[in-house]
């Protein structure tokens, strides 16, 4: 059963996934839980079933109408544009297994969905996502702050869809 009102982001990362859960109620989005799920080992091998089960532990505490995953941003780098990618498709293999209604965003669609603009540096989203969920201290690492940027994003998005 689902939670009412209730999304996910997901950061995607070679070594870090960071996530973010909101409620939408009311009288704003309140934050319910964020931080990263950090891959252990050295073989990414022995990564797959470390985040299988910490997506599985997020999807069956908070129960998210949808979850929102970061698109992959291409780089010059291409090994870690592979490594971030293989962890994706982990991720997702992972949400699908959960049967949770998945949407992807481009980071573009993130920053403007948070910002209002869709250029916005790290910085900027991070002081309006600390705004707009009412969090007064900085939000460590940064990739937890991605994740609730991504879904704060979902939920503005199922809700227009709604």
């Not at 996910?8 to 409620?23: A, C, L, N």
């Amino acid at each position: 059963m689902t939670m009412q009102n209730v999304y996910m982001g997901i950061d995607p990362g070679s070594h870090r996934i960071g996530y973010g859960v909101v409620r939408l109620e009311e009288n704003g989005i309140i934050p319910l839980s964020y931080g990263v799920i950090e891959n252990i080992g050295n073989d990414r091998t022995e990564h797959i079933p470390h985040v299988q089960q910490g997506i599985t532990e997020l999807c069956t505490q908070w129960r998210p109408r949808a979850v929102g995953v970061e698109k992959l941003f291409f780089t010059t780098n291409r090994t870690t544009a592979m490594a971030v990618s293989e962890m994706r498709g982990i991720i997702i293999a992972s949400l699908v297994n959960q049967e949770v209604l998945i949407e992807e965003f481009t980071p573009l669609q993130i920053k403007q969905a948070v910002c209002g603009y869709g250029k916005a540096d790290k910085g900027q989203v991070q002081r309006m996502v600390r705004m707009i969920l009412g969090i007064t201290e900085v939000i460590r690492p940064d990739d937890a702050a991605d994740g609730l940027a991504i879904a704060i994003c979902t939920s503005a998005t199922r809700t227009m869809a709604s």
